[in-house]
C-alpha cells in the first residue's frame, strides 16, 4: 500500500509538473508592452463617445460598454487583459430614434437617397470606399486588437471588401440595363426594373466585422435602400473611423449606426414592424427570435447566414498530400471561428491511422502567437467566455471513448486554445453534432460510406462538404447522394465562401438567401413592373418613362 500511494504521489508531481510547464509555455505566449512592435500599438484607449443618427454626429453621454482585447499583456508571468476602449450602450429609445430617421429618409421611396438614380448612388459609394481607403491602417491596427485576427488576413479581408463592392457596383450597372430594355408580349408593353424595400437591419458576424457587415450594409444602399447598423459585439470600435465618411457621403438619415446590447435595440426595432429587410450573419437560435417578434411576418424580407457543420468525407484512395494540407487550413484558419470551416472529419478506416499521424505532425508545426507574427495561425479566441464550452466539449468526447491525438491538445490560458485532434469520435458525443467555432478537429473512422451520408442527410446543417479522393467514378457516386442535402460540394478543397461570383447559401439551417456578388442585390430589391397595352400612346409613355440612351450608367464603375 506505501508502495502504491508512493506511486501515485510520484506520478501526481510530474502531472503537477508537466502543468506547470505547459502553463509557462503558454504564458510565454502572451506579450510585454515593449514587445508589441510599434506599427500595431494602440497608443490610447478608442473610448467612442459620439454617434451617427440621422445624418449628425452627436456626443453621446449615456453608458458606455467597456471592451478588453482578447490579447492580455505579460506583466513578469502575471497576465492581465488589456482594455482597448468603450463604444456606446444605446438605449432603446436611441434605437427607436435611428428608426424614426431611417423612416424619415425613405419617405415611401420618395426620400432622397431612394430617389438617387444608380449612377449618384454609385458615386455616393465610390467616395465612401476612397474614404475607407484612407482608415485602412487605423482600421486594420483596431480590428487587431479587437479580434486578433491575424494582420495578414486582415488586410485581405480589407481588400476583398473593396473587391466586392467594385464587383457589385458592376452587377448593378447590368441590371439598370437590362431594366432600360421595353418588354414586348402578347400586345402588352411593359418596361421591368429594381424597387428598394425600404428600411434594412444589418447585423454582421465578429469573425468578419468589416467585410461580412459591408457586404450587407453597401448593396443594400445601392439598391436604394436606408441602413441602420449594428455591428458585431467585438468588431465595433473601428466604425468610429467612419462615422465622417459615413456623413459625408450619404444623405441624413440614409446611414444609422447603434450599438449596444442587442435586446435592448434590437428587439424594440423588430417589434415595430418597421423595419423591411433583416440582413443578419450569426446564430440561427437569435435569427428566430428576431423574426419571432416581428409582428408582420409575410412582410419581413430576409438574407441570413447562419451555421453551420461542415464536414469532410475522405476516401480510401484520397490524396493524404492533399487532404491534409486542406484540412489544416479548413480546420484551423482563424482558430476555426468561421462558419465554413470544416468541422468534422469522416475518414476511411484503411487510411486513418495514416491519415492522423499525419494530420498530427501538420498541427505540431502551426504556429501560436499573437497576430502580428508572421505565418501565425492560432491566436487569442475573439471571445474568452466561450472557452469553457469549447472544454465541455472536449472532456464529454474524452468521457465517452473520445482520445486526444496532439500534444496539449485542448490545452488553454486564458484566450489561448490549443487545437485538440480527437479521434474515436462517436455520434454519442456532442462534438459529432454540434458546432464548435473553435480549433478542435473531430475525427470519426468510418467501414461504409453510408456512414458519413447518413450524418449529412440527418444533419441540421446543410452548408457545404468537403469530399477527398481520386477515383472519378466513386466521386460521382458520392456526389449524387449528397448533393442534395448541402448547397456546395468541394472536391479535394477545402470549404470556403469564395469565389465570391459563386452562390454562398446554405440548406436546411444554415442560410436563407444567397451572398454572391451576382445574387445578393434580388435580397435588397424587389421587380416593379410597368405595363400597358400597345397603343401609339402607351408608346410615347414608355419613351418618356425611359431614361436618354447617352444616359451613362456605367458612371463611375
Known amino acids: 500500500m506505501k508502495k502504491q500511494a508512493y506511486n501515485f504521489l510520484k506520478l501526481q508531481a510530474e502531472r503537477d509538473k508537466a502543468s506547470k510547464q505547459q502553463r509557462g509555455e503558454l504564458t510565454q505566449l502572451f506579450p510585454s508592452e515593449s514587445d508589441i512592435p510599434e506599427k500595431f500599438r494602440l497608443n490610447s484607449n478608442l473610448d467612442q463617445q459620439r454617434v451617427l443618427i440621422d445624418g449628425q454626429i452627436i456626443p453621446w453621454k449615456g453608458a458606455l460598454a ?89 488586410e485581405d479581408e ?15 450597372c447590368q ?51 436606408v441602413v441602420i447598423i449594428k455591428p458585431p459585439k467585438f468588431g465595433v470600435l473601428f466604425f468610429d473611423f467612419l462615422l465622417e465618411a459615413f456623413q459625408d457621403c450619404f444623405p441624413p438619415g440614409a446611414v444609422n449606426i447603434i450599438s ?108 501560436l502567437g499573437m497576430p502580428w507574427m508572421e505565418r501565425v495561425r492560432i491566436t487569442p479566441i475573439v471571445d474568452p467566455e466561450r472557452l469553457p464550452y469549447l472544454h465541455e466539449l472536449v472532456r464529454e468526447a474524452l468521457n465517452k471513448g473520445a482520445r486526444i491525438g496532439n500534444k496539449n491538445g485542448g490545452r488553454s490560458l486564458e484566450s489561448i486554445f490549443v ?6 469520435v462517436n455520434s454519442k ?3 459529432y453534432w454540434e458546432e464548435q467555432f473553435g480549433p478542435i478537429i473531430p475525427i470519426v473512422s468510418y467501414h461504409d460510406i453510408k456512414e458519413p451520408v447518413t450524418y449529412i442527410s440527418n444533419s441540421p446543417f446543410g452548408q457545404q462538404l468537403s469530399i477527398f479522393g481520386t477515383k472519378t467514378k466513386a466521386l460521382i457516386e458520392l456526389i449524387d447522394l449528397v448533393k442534395n442535402q448541402v448547397s ?14 459563386f452562390p454562398f447559401t446554405g440548406k436546411k439551417d444554415s442560410a436563407h438567401g444567397d451572398f454572391s ?26 419613351q418618356s418613362l425611359q431614361p436618354p440612351k447617352n444616359l451613362d450608367i456605367n458612371q463611375g464603375s
Open 429 to 431: 458525443m456532442r462534438i
Open 488 to 501: 456546395r460540394v468541394n472536391i479535394n478543397t477545402k470549404c470556403q465562401r469564395g469565389p465570391d461570383l
Open 517 to 542: 456578388i451576382l445574387n445578393i442585390l434580388n435580397y435588397f430589391s424587389s421587380q416593379a413592373v410597368v405595363a400597358a397595352r400597345e397603343t401609339e400612346l402607351s408608346q410615347a409613355l414608355f
Open 66 to 154: 467597456e471592451v478588453f482585447s482578447p490579447i492580455y499583456i505579460n506583466n513578469g508571468g502575471s497576465l492581465d487583459r488589456k482594455r482597448i476602449g468603450s463604444y456606446p450602450a444605446m438605449t432603446r429609445q436611441a434605437a427607436l430614434k435611428a428608426l424614426d430617421s431611417a423612416r424619415w429618409a425613405f419617405s415611401s421611396g420618395n426620400g432622397t437617397w431612394p430617389s438617387f438614380p444608380l449612377s449618384r448612388r454609385i458615386e455616393s459609394i465610390e467616395k465612401f470606399l476612397e474614404r475607407l481607403e484612407n482608415q485602412k491602417e487605423n482600421i486594420l491596427r483596431t480590428l487587431l486588437w479587437e479580434i486578433a485576427k491575424p494582420y495578414h488576413e486582415l
Open 260 to 367: 449596444g446590447d442587442g435586446k435592448k435595440i434590437i428587439e424594440p426595432l423588430m417589434k415595430s414592424g418597421e423595419v423591411d429587410v433583416l440582413a443578419f450573419i450569426g446564430s440561427a437560435e437569435t435569427a428566430n427570435r428576431l423574426i419571432s417578434l416581428y409582428p408582420r411576418k409575410n412582410r419581413l424580407h430576409s438574407l441570413l447566414g447562419l451555421g453551420a457543420k461542415n464536414a469532410a468525407i475522405v476516401l480510401p484512395d484520397a490524396d493524404l498530400d492533399v487532404v491534409v494540407s486542406e484540412s489544416v487550413l479548413g480546420a484551423l484558419a482563424f482558430n476555426g471561428q468561421r462558419c465554413a470551416a470544416l468541422k468534422i472529419f469522416f475518414v476511411h478506416k484503411e487510411i486513418e491511422a495514416t491519415f492522423r499521424k499525419r494530420l498530427l505532425d501538420a498541427v505540431s508545426k502551426i504556429n
Open 419 to 424: 487545437p485538440a485532434v480527437l479521434y474515436q
Open 175 to 225: 441590371k439598370e440595363e437590362d431594366s432600360l430594355l421595353l418588354k414586348k408580349e402578347k400586345g402588352i408593353l411593359g418596361l421591368i426594373h429594381d424597387e428598394p424595400y425600404g428600411i434594412a437591419l444589418c447585423l454582421g458576424p465578429y469573425n468578419y466585422p468589416l467585410f461580412e457587415t459591408f457586404s450587407l450594409v453597401l448593396p443594400a444602399l445601392l439598391a436604394g435602400n
Open 158 to 172: 480589407f481588400e476583398r471588401t473593396r473587391q466586392y463592392i467594385e464587383q457589385v457596383i458592376k452587377v448593378a
